[in-house]
């Protein structure tokens, strides 16, 4: 194919629309990166009691819910001259202004001065400026890509990008809390050095990445009651099968359980490293995703990794003490998070367009609010369980040597449990075939 006719194919993506687009993505894994340490300058810097710390942060996630539909309905709503969904681009703004206020606090501040600042920027990072670029993420993607597959090429190659970019904060990051975060100067300091630089790299997106205007020429741009979002949430069940799919591995991931596997029955936690070096190797296998979404659908890719990874969880029930077995129990088990993570707009765009065709509002921040919305209950119900589980298999942390029920309830949580959750992701998939056979036959008659 020709240069000419290659930036013609609706299917191309540039190299240089493509890296622009990843840019507020890295950005934005960057504050979770960060956030890893908040709790660590809470109680060694500011001197704050680790489990009020604790409780503030879950009040705020209890509020972060909340806010997710309200989100989606705002962006729904929006029709500007830049755009439906380009304009919230510039939260970024406002969630690193947030994140380095929630890291200057002082060290002389009471404590009810320093709980009420913790609570309200972090509120303000990730339930009102960070869900605004979640919910107008779909949106926008849709409207700057013009097929389904270059919304899979974008998903899958930028996954790479967003890796790579956020292993450099994540490798960084901790060298200079080494050297910095020894005070709350420091670690002011420290918040400035990287916030200006992310808050830059984040706004390349909203500078060079614009909607286009002939994308969805035929959806309708009239105003989202309170009313259609009901109806639409209620009648299409699309959206939840989706929801459910992509809200499972967040589930598992939120269990932890391998933290304790690794501590109680491998006996080295540290070995857990080796496991989590796989994540870097399994992204390889998101390159092809752009060429298996030329015959299957979204949804039949994450049915066959999830059944891909119900082998691994199986095997992995087996695998004892035994590193290889282990190793490839987890590669396998982790493959159905790629699908999951990368693959949600080009399903979101499926059941836009079964709205559309249903008479109704196409509502892409509304589909992907419900589906945000669904992983932080399912992050929730994963921390909920870890604890209940355990605590029926008689776990105590203080005890030196853990009861075999516990070692029990432990091998299951690591394994069994995860399995049983594939099989949830696998019949999702089946039940999601009708909408994939009229994406096709739409696909064909187009």
């Known amino acids: 194919m020709s240069r000419k006719n290659k930036v013609q194919d609706p299917d191309h993506v540039s190299i240089g629309k493509l890296v622009a687009w990843q840019m507020r993505p890295i950005s934005l894994g960057a504050v979770t990166i960060i956030t890893m340490y908040l709790s660590l300058y809470c109680t060694d810097t500011l001197g704050m009691p680790a489990a009020l710390v604790g409780t503030l942060l879950m009040a705020s996630k209890i509020f972060d819910g909340a806010t997710d539909l309200f989100a989606g309905w705002l962006v729904d709503n929006t029709n500007t001259k830049l755009g439906k969904a380009r304009p919230y681009e510039l939260c970024i703004i406002g969630v690193w202004i947030c994140m380095y206020a929630m890291f200057a606090a002082s060290d002389t501040w009471s404590l009810t001065v320093k709980s009420v600042w913790l609570f309200v920027t972090y509120t303000l990072v990730f339930s009102v400026f960070s869900t605004l670029l979640n919910a107008a993420e779909t949106p926008y993607i849709v409207r700057a890509f013009k097929t389904p597959l270059a919304v899979t090429k974008v998903s899958a190659y930028g996954g790479v990008i967003v890796t790579l970019g956020s292993m450099v904060v994540s490798v960084s990051f901790p060298i200079f809390v080494g050297t910095m975060g020894t005070s709350a100067a420091g670690w002011r300091r420290l918040m400035a050095m990287y916030a200006i630089p992310l808050v830059c790299i984040g706004l390349l997106r909203f500078f060079f990445v614009k909607e286009e205007a002939d994308v969805n020429e035929t959806a309708k741009e009239e105003r989202v009651g309170i009313k259609d979002i009901l109806q639409v949430v209620t009648s299409n069940r699309y959206i939840w099968l989706m929801a459910l799919a992509c809200m499972v591995p967040q589930l598992v991931t939120s269990l932890s359980a391998a933290t304790y596997y690794f501590t109680w029955i491998v006996g080295d936690i540290s070995l857990y490293s080796t496991v989590q070096m796989l994540s ?3 992204l390889i296998v998101i390159i092809f995703f752009p060429t298996l979404m030329k015959k299957y659908s979204a949804m039949q890719l994450i049915g066959f990794f999830a059944a891909v990874a119900f082998a691994g969880y199986i095997l992995l029930f087996f695998a004892g003490t035994n590193m290889p077995l282990l190793l490839i129990g987890s590669f396998l088990g982790g493959l159905v998070t790629l699908p999951t993570s990368y693959m949600k707009s080009p399903i979101i765009m499926q059941i836009s367009d079964y709205n559309e065709h249903n008479g109704k509002p196409r509502m ?3 589909m992907a609010a419900v589906a945000n919305f669904m992983n932080k209950i399912g992050s ?12 029926l298999g008689g776990y105590d942390g203080n005890l030196e040597v853990q009861p075999d029920g516990a070692l029990t309830m432990i091998r299951i949580l690591f394994s069994l449990v995860p399995a049983i959750f594939m099989i949830v992701v696998v019949l999702s998939s089946i ?4 909408l994939d056979k009229f994406s096709k036959e739409k696909e064909l008659q187009g």
């Open 280 to 282: 870097i190797v399994s």
């Open 364 to 366: 892409e921040a509304t």
């Open 380 to 391: 929730a119900f994963g921390s909920f369980l870890l604890g209940i589980m355990l605590t």
């Open 431 to 434: 039940g999601f075939r009708p």
